[in-house]
């Protein structure tokens, strides 16, 4: 027997959904809104919850990420009254099991419950189960905690994986993760850095060479594809891959054969293979610089990084563990640090991630010295004017500055003595403001239409999903707009 819960204000609806849920001999509760749904959620865990998208307290689709972070993990059917494509997209990206529309026949409802709670008790059952070596990722935020899951399931598959997400995220380390959880785990990890394969060597450094098979080649070499077998190949930076070597990196990657330049003979490899990239490659297909049957090659299974401002509760236990690992590979005694730099740390908006706030940790124990302990002080001054300009906006009741993302761009902002910094940190802190001021004037100038948005900013769909939630922004209009 499971437990539902239907959220939804439209009283008809809410009433033919329990009584076909518990004819069903599931236990049912409903209520009308998403503020009395979380409530509920809270002490009473569900396995499955039938969520409508137009509720009194806001919509559905804002709350769903809420309801899939719970313990309890339910799944999340989408019921709405009025069809919506661009909705409906949303809402499957954002990993509910289905979206429906009103209204619902007695047969639709007992197979979606059916499936939904058969494939939510094999989940749990699965979760249960999995113990992740999980060395060098920090931290249990929702977001991060997602991201595990997926290590998980495709540990165990040797399918293709394709891992994006913005610079500093720790993409390689997720594919080492992946590896070191997989049967694969006693092979080889060998990286393919696309992003500075040499033209002209490309072959020979994938493939390998013999001897005199151009000038320079003085012995036989092993490519890293050779190297790579019973292991796992990473290919980073996949989207800066020369598209003339995508063709044949795609008959590697369908036979698991390949020739070393100069030989006759093809040899094979047995790898599996873990992408990882930046770039938008679904844009990147659309314009003819990625070949579309190499994406969906590599791309079987699809995780996607959150930046550090999407999982901002793990800083905490980020800068601990950096601290103890610089301290402890460069031989000096752990330090201490104190609640206000943890503060100062938070208030930064991390353009270059995790990798970026590692490098700061680093930093700050040099700067630091002798000294026990880690105050604010020791940190870069771009990192102490973030929290500086947030606190002074909050004493005089000012609009926050560019260090704020929630702030409008106002150029002239651009003029004011706190911004006077290398010209490097400047653009980068006002990186951020520009663009969700834009997405945001976006979002209301097209009414929350994704298609229109798309249309109007030339921007692929998926690249605006990501950025939307990058800005932590929904595909609804902005009834206020900066």
Not at 116 to 133: F, N, R, V
Not at 288 to 309: A, E, K, M, V
Not at 435 to 455: F, M, N, V, W
Request: glycine share 6%; net charge neutral.
């Amino acid at each position: 027997m499971g437990k539902i819960i239907v959220i939804d204000d439209d009283a008809v609806c809410r009433r033919l959904l329990t009584e076909q849920c518990t004819r069903l001999g599931h236990a049912t509760e409903a209520v009308g809104s998403i503020e009395a749904g979380t409530a509920l959620l809270a002490h009473w865990p569900a396995d499955l919850v039938f969520l409508d998208v137009s509720l009194p307290d806001g919509n559905g689709l804002e709350a769903l990420p809420v309801l899939q972070g719970l313990p309890s993990m339910p799944e999340v059917i989408i019921i709405t009254g009025t069809g919506d494509a661009n909705g409906a997209e949303l809402a499957i990206k954002n990993g509910a099991w289905d979206y429906l529309q009103k209204p619902l026949s007695n047969q639709e409802i007992h197979l979606h419950v059916r499936r939904a709670l058969e494939y939510h008790d094999k989940k749990m059952l699965h979760s249960d189960q999995i113990s992740l070596k999980r060395d060098g990722i920090v931290g249990g935020s929702k977001a991060i905690s997602f991201c595990l899951d997926q290590v998980a399931r495709c540990a165990a598959t040797d399918s293709g994986v394709l891992i994006t997400g913005a610079t500093g995220t720790g993409k390689e380390v997720f594919a080492r993760t992946i590896h070191a959880n997989s049967r694969r785990a006693q092979g080889p990890f060998v990286v393919v850095d696309c992003a500075s394969l040499p033209e002209q060597l490309v072959e020979s450094i994938l493939f390998g060479h013999v001897k005199g098979a151009f000038t320079g080649a003085h012995a036989d070499r092993i490519g890293l594809v050779e190297l790579a077998n019973n292991g796992t190949l990473f290919l980073d930076e996949a989207g800066e891959l020369p598209l003339d070597m995508q063709k044949t990196f795609l008959r590697v990657l369908q036979e698991r054969v390949f020739r070393p330049v100069g030989k006759d003979r093809e040899h094979t490899s047995d790898f599996r293979l873990i992408a990882a990239t930046n770039r938008d490659l679904t844009d990147m297909v659309a314009k003819g610089l990625f070949r579309s049957d190499l994406y969906y090659r590599i791309n079987t299974f699809n995780i996607h990084l959150p930046s550090l401002r999407e999982r901002e509760q793990d800083i905490e236990k980020l800068v601990m563990s950096f601290v103890f690992s610089i301290c402890r590979r460069n031989r000096l005694p752990i330090k201490g640090v104190v609640p206000e730099t943890l503060e100062t740390l938070a208030a930064y908006h991390w353009p270059g991630n995790v990798r970026e706030l590692e490098n700061v940790i680093e930093k700050a124990l040099i700067a630091a010295a002798p000294e026990p302990v880690l105050y604010p002080i020791h940190l870069p001054p771009e990192i102490r004017l973030s929290r500086i300009r947030t606190k002074v906006s909050e004493k005089r009741g000012q609009a926050p500055t560019a260090a704020d993302p929630d702030a409008p761009f106002a150029p002239e902002r651009l003029t004011t003595p706190a911004t006077r910094l290398p010209f490097k940190e400047y653009r980068r802190l006002l990186t951020n403001d520009i663009e969700r001021h834009y997405l945001r004037q976006l979002l209301h100038e097209t009414e929350g239409d994704i298609a229109k948005a798309c249309a109007a900013s030339g921007l692929s769909r998926s690249r605006l999903y990501d950025l939307l939630k990058v800005h932590s922004l929904t595909g609804s209009a902005d009834p206020s707009p900066a």
